[in-house]
């Protein structure tokens, strides 16, 4: 559970403020760096979510309700957390971000962790993602940036290896 907050609640307030920026026509650049680093960590996301909900199914006894209740401190805390980070760096100091923004986009994405692995919400006013933060969504997606062909990078991590040309 730790591994699955880690993944899936840290670090967010950090990628919506790149995030922020590239949507404002700076950093684009770094930008893109934070959606490998943002897709790189959804990757893992979906690993551990996958791990805990085939041990809801292979060891059901360990979800007893005081187990339950204890992963749900954790994420509520991890959610906390994040929150409080979110409003010590960023605060209402930067331009098209405010603390409340913060707040309800990790509340939400702590609901979003929650129910995916089949939980009710832990926060019943931020089930939906917030209007005012669907571009996060857009900006995180490494798969939806437009680039010139010519220009374009490859956004896999494998790398082929060079031929050594012996004629």
């Known amino acids: 559970m730790a591994n699955f907050i880690l993944e899936g609640v840290y670090f967010y307030s950090g990628f919506m403020f790149f995030y922020n920026l590239a949507r404002n026509g700076k950093m684009p650049g ?9 897709r790189d960590e959804n990757t893992h996301l979906w690993l551990f979510r996958n791990i805990i909900l085939e041990l809801q199914k292979e060891e059901p006894e360990l979800f007893t309700d005081e187990n339950i209740a204890e992963l749900r401190a954790m994420l509520e805390e ?3 957390q994040e929150i409080a980070w979110g409003h010590y760096v960023i605060g209402d100091d930067i331009a098209g971000l405010t603390k409340d923004m913060v707040s309800d986009y990790i ?4 609901n979003q962790r929650w129910t995916s692995l089949g939980f ?21 997606n490494a798969n939806m940036v437009k680039t010139d062909f010519f220009e374009a990078k490859s956004t896999a991590y494998a790398k082929s290896t060079a031929l050594v040309d012996d004629l």
């Open 120 to 140: 009710d919400p832990l926060f019943a006013d931020n089930v939906e993602e917030p209007e005012n933060m669907r571009w996060v969504s857009q900006y995180s």
């Open 78 to 80: 991890g959610v906390r």
């Open 30 to 38: 770094s930008a893109q760096e934070i959606r490998y680093i943002n």
């Open 107 to 110: 509340r939400y994405l702590g």
